[in-house]
């Protein structure tokens, strides 16, 4: 029904920049929101960012500043512009969206994520 797919993942040098891409495609309503986790070897999923329908934006304190998220709701995709990567960043990268069909109900769906890797 719905499906998301991230892209642009790979291997950056530290203090380099990478931009993760989340297309959206399938019974698409309303995407209320579209966010960003990410997970590292042997911890949990950790939340990164949020771009609401609204335009507003959040982010984690472990990115704020470094890393930009933006939506272009005509093409139902998110981005993630990572700047001044760290090792800790480092992850499998996944992309979350929230719809709302026509009477108010809310589904949340998930990428199958792409790896960023931050290393020399």
């Known amino acids: 029904q719905v499906q998301l797919v991230e892209s642009g993942g790979g291997l950056v040098q530290p203090g380099g920049s990478l931009t993760l891409s989340c297309a959206a495609s399938?019974?698409?309503?309303?995407?209320?929101?579209m966010r960003w986790y990410r997970q590292a070897p042997g911890k949990e999923r950790d939340y990164v960012a949020s771009?609401?329908?609204?335009?507003?934006?959040d982010y984690a304190d472990s990115v704020k500043g470094r890393f930009t998220i933006s939506r272009d709701n005509a093409k139902n995709t998110v981005y993630l512009q990572m700047g001044s990567l760290k090792p800790e960043d480092t992850a499998v990268y996944y992309c979350?969206?929230?719809?709302?069909?026509?009477?108010?109900?809310?589904?949340?769906?998930w990428g199958q994520g792409t790896q960023v890797t931050v290393s020399l």
């Open positions: 771009a609401i329908s609204d335009g507003s934006t």
């Open positions: 399938g019974m698409i309503s309303s995407i209320r929101a």
């Open positions: 979350n969206a929230v719809l709302e069909n026509h009477w108010g109900r809310r589904n949340e769906y």
